[in-house]
């Protein structure tokens, strides 16, 4: 089991910067598949950006990508999702996810993220 608690969110103008990070505790966070994913009002969550075990492979979904990056460094078991160039349509929570091979998904309790116009 993993316990996942997000940070780094917060209110920011268009255009601005913002690091998310995710700190893991209890199992090896490298044992699992990390996501980001978000949720804003009415809509339903979606995952913007998955990093494999070793963090040579990434997913982007096309409305973040070129824009965002995510990261993992399994020495000091944290996620990292850099976004840049943020736009008022980035505005929800953000979530830190962990899925192993088998058992179930693990969820932080989110981060907001607010960007004005």
């Known amino acids: 089991q993993v316990q996942l608690v997000e940070s780094g969110g917060g209110l920011v103008q268009a255009g601005g910067s913002l690091r998310l990070s995710c700190a893991a505790s209890?199992?090896?966070?490298?044992?699992?598949?990390m996501s980001w994913f978000r949720q804003a009002p009415g809509k339903e969550r979606e995952c913007v950006a998955r990093?494999?075990?070793?963090?040579?492979?990434?997913y982007y979904a096309d409305s973040v990508k070129g824009r965002f990056t995510i990261s993992r460094d399994n020495a000091n078991n944290t996620l990292y999702l850099q976004m840049n160039n943020l736009k008022p349509e980035d505005t929800a929570v953000y979530y830190c996810?962990?899925?192993?091979?088998?058992?179930?998904?693990?969820w932080g309790q989110g981060t907001q993220v607010t960007v004005s116009s």
């Open positions: 996810n962990g899925r192993a091979a088998v058992g179930p998904d693990y």
């Open positions: 209890g199992r090896t966070s490298s044992t699992y598949v």
């Open positions: 990093i494999s075990r070793s963090g040579g492979s990434t």
